[in-house]
């Protein structure tokens, strides 16, 4: 698995249980932070931040992931921001639109999906017209999400969340994330502080469908074979799994991440009274 790949797919998975605690309480306005450490073959790497707000039957969740330490010091600017935003139904989360902002060197791109009537209508800043090779298809962005939302339909599922196929569309890329449960592990031994009960352990392979593409087909379907695995955790009283711990191995070292912090609050009224607007 390559490293901008493994990372993608963790921060998809950051984001959705935070969110999915909001079912269980849809009468709660409040919000949950969570960070999250990423080293890359031992050294700092990656921080990912994210902050779900929930006000009755609306959510709207961030994250940002950004370079720090020796890895921001020595390798190219990046930064990136993914935002959902939507509400809930007895069928699970209701998306109205999702978002990415993307920073790589000096070149930021932005692109927006919303969601109506089972269609998408999606804006690229700058404009974005691919080739023919790479365009993708009505029929292949049916049914696929932002990164964000496509999180959120996961973190719904529960204890379930470790045997689904999510489609994640980023506007240039959609592709498959494939999420297999492969077992358990009491809290106690998983290296997990705080975690209670025991630890979900789920592997994570990703499937290209269509799009812009930087290495050959060739290569990416031999590195499926190589799987992220994630650890998920119940870090709280509830009965939502949040991910904790990760490893992932690619051509350049081993990638893992760890859950750094968990806090949650209630909304101000005047959080609350934005939300609303």
Not at 87 to 94: K, L, V
Not at 99 to 124: C, F, M, N
Not at 144 to 152: E, N, T, W
């Amino acid at each position: 698995m390559r490293f901008c790949k493994a990372l993608a797919a963790f921060a998809l998975s950051v984001a959705a249980p935070a969110v999915a605690t909001a079912q269980g309480a849809a009468s709660d306005a409040r919000q949950v932070d969570i960070a999250y450490e990423i080293t890359f073959a031992g050294l700092s790497g990656f921080r990912i931040d994210v902050t779900a707000k929930f006000n009755g039957s609306t959510y709207d969740v961030e994250s940002r992931t950004f370079k720090e330490g020796i890895l921001r010091a020595v390798t190219m600017n990046y930064e990136g921001r993914n935002r959902a935003w939507g509400g809930f139904s007895t069928q699970g989360a209701r998306p109205s639109a999702g978002s990415l902002s993307i920073i790589v060197g000096d070149k930021p791109r932005t692109w927006v999906a919303q969601y109506s009537g089972g269609t998408i209508q999606e804006t690229h800043t700058p404009a974005y017209k691919p080739s023919p090779k790479n365009a993708i298809t009505d029929e292949q962005r049916r049914g696929s999400l932002d990164p964000m939302s496509a999180a959120l339909s996961v973190g719904l599922a529960g204890d379930t969340a470790c045997d689904r196929t999510v489609q994640s569309n980023d506007g240039k890329r959609r592709i498959d994330i494939l999420v297999r449960k492969i077992g358990t592990e009491p809290a106690a031994t998983a290296g997990i502080p705080g975690a209670q009960g025991d630890v979900l352990v789920c592997e994570i392979f990703t499937k290209r469908i269509a799009g812009e593409f930087d290495e050959a087909p060739k290569e990416a379907e031999t590195e499926r074979e190589r799987p992220m695995r994630i650890w998920l955790a119940r870090m709280d009283q509830s009965q939502m799994r949040y991910p904790a711990k990760l490893e992932a191995q690619t051509g350049f070292g081993t990638i893992r991440g760890r859950i750094l912090s968990f806090r949650e609050r209630p909304l101000t009224p005047e959080e609350s009274q934005a939300m609303r607007k």
